[in-house]
């Protein structure tokens, strides 16, 4: 038996989910996702890896289809909920999926597109009953277990193919650095088709025995609403989430304030993760919330490889120290390690690393160096004995007239002034200087170009300063809230 259904075999009355049709307990959970497995086999032992494409929403049905899965043992490819047509085939086709399992709200959606190309759809609902009881396979921890894909802002989604012992290994990490329990209570609010909300929140939940809260469709008085009834002690979320819940909590009166800072105050963890927090939105949150966020490190191909400390100073604009059993290390360009306080990649070694790029055995290869250490292709310098990211290599490095220069470094400063709402820089092309820093902003009200260029004196070498702006009224942004900059570089040209 897969170690991520041992609390739930250990304590089968306990509530494992709470979604907007009710709670449900371990037992119930088991129940479930062993009717799911029984169908997906339609009699046959075992699905020996085959894929399973799914699209349900956030809840019972979404956990209970993953683990039926799992199961059954096949491979769990989620699909996002927001993606159209076109975007969910390549992911379907990508992995070759034998069977998809399909909420009854997307099946106008899919299930043509499964007639064109005879590949069997299944009614989430429907698969949960009438199953007669049997046995089912014992499923090995290094046999593939999910396929996630990239987020796809530099080029074609890939699709990362991770064993049970990598995610064991991601969950376990976490359980301990984080000091998950059974006694927590935590509110699942982020896409499961990602990381952070699939592994980070909910598998680690589920691991520890604790209780899982879903809500579908992020709106900020809801979750205040959740917060006030006590239950909840655990928070994880995207800067772009606390940002539009400390606009929702500036909105409240007095009152209302007080009795939520007192709340939240109570919780025992909050995690920003996913993009990179500006510094004005950690120090209102800790205003908001008494609560100094924690932020970490990872991606889809390692899960989380760095993080702040549970106990202990948390820095803001610093991912942290690499998580037990996590081996990291920062390289120049020829892979040789750098000097302390030297940027350089992010490269990473562990258990939770990744298994290939699923079909893409290339591209796998090319991922890896000689000597087996992923190359993330992020760029971070360590500063007593924090990491600090500085961006990505190919979208946040900027190297203009012989300078590497960090995006993120200029949009911290940009962020700060009192005008400005959000921004992204980026580097376009120049004969004469290789690229040129650019900004995008979006701006509160009317902003003068030439008193922005002479505030920015003050506080950046000339040669970091934008030398291009363009205004928008909002950031392009994918699921998880990461600005898509390739979509921005064309607007320079």
Not at 89 to 111: F, M, S
Not at 266 to 273: E, I, N, P, Y
Not at 349 to 363: D, I, L, T
Not at 413 to 428: E, F, M, P, Q, Y
Request: glycine fraction near 8%; include cysteine; hydrophobic fraction near 40%.
């Amino acid at each position: 038996m897969l170690p991520i259904f041992n609390q739930a075999q250990l304590h089968p009355h306990a509530i494992a989910i709470l979604d907007s049709s009710g709670e449900y307990t371990y037992g119930s959970l088991m129940e479930k996702s062993s009717q799911i497995a029984l169908k997906l086999l339609q009699g046959k032992v075992d699905l020996s890896e085959a894929r399973v494409a799914f699209m349900v929403s956030p809840g019972i049905n979404y956990v209970s289809t993953l683990w039926g899965i799992w199961k059954a043992g096949g491979i769990a490819v989620p699909l996002c909920l927001s993606y159209p047509l076109p975007s969910l085939a390549y992911v379907i086709e990508d992995t070759k999926a034998a069977v998809l399992v399909v909420e009854e709200i997307y099946q106008d959606l899919l299930k043509p597109y499964a007639l064109e190309k005879g590949i069997p759809l299944l009614d989430v609902e429907e698969v949960q009953q009438d199953n007669k009881a049997a046995p089912l396979t014992e499923v090995n921890s290094d046999r593939g277990a999910l396929i996630l894909y990239t987020s796809g802002t530099t080029s074609l989604p890939k699709g990362v193919l991770s064993t049970h012992a990598n995610l064991e290994a991601q969950i376990s990490t976490l359980i301990h650095a984080w000091e998950w329990t059974a006694s927590d209570h935590t509110l699942c609010l982020l896409p499961l088709h990602h990381v952070h909300g699939l592994v980070n929140v909910t598998c680690c939940a589920l691991w520890a025995g604790a209780t899982l809260q879903f809500l579908h469709r992020f709106q900020a008085e809801e979750v205040y609403s959740i917060f006030l009834e006590g239950k909840v002690n655990v928070f994880m979320a995207v800067p772009t989430i606390y940002f539009k819940l400390i606009a929702e909590f500036d909105s409240y009166s007095e009152n209302k304030k007080k009795a939520l800072t007192d709340c939240m105050s109570h919780f025992r963890l909050m995690v920003s993760g996913s993009a990179a927090l500006p510094a004005s939105v950690m120090e209102r949150w800790q205003e908001v919330s008494g609560h100094r966020l924690l932020e970490r490190y990872g991606m889809t191909e390692i899960g989380m490889a760095i993080s702040n400390p549970y106990r202990g100073e948390r820095r803001t604009g610093y991912i942290g120290s690499p998580l037990p059993g996590v081996k990291v290390r920062l390289v120049d360009e020829a892979y040789e390690e750098v000097a302390l306080g030297t940027p350089g990649e992010i490269q990473v070694k562990g258990p939770g690393v990744f298994a290939s790029y699923w079909g893409k055995p290339e591209a796998t290869q090319k991922a890896f160096t000689e000597d087996g250490w992923f190359k993330t292709g992020d760029i971070a310098v360590v500063e007593q004995d924090y990491y600090r990211i500085l961006g990505r290599d190919s979208i946040d490095i900027i190297k203009s007239g012989g300078y590497k220069i960090s995006a993120l470094e200029i949009e911290e400063v940009l962020r700060s002034h009192s005008l400005i709402k959000d921004c992204a820089v980026v580097g376009i092309p120049n004969e004469e200087w290789g690229e040129l820093v650019a900004a995008v902003l979006v701006i509160e009200t009317n902003l003068e170009l030439a008193e922005l260029k002479d505030w920015l004196k003050e506080r950046l070498p000339s040669y970091k300063s934008p030398k291009v702006y363009q205004i928008l009224a909002d950031l392009p942004r994918n699921a998880m809230g990461k600005v898509v900059k390739n979509e921005l570089k064309p607007l320079f040209s």
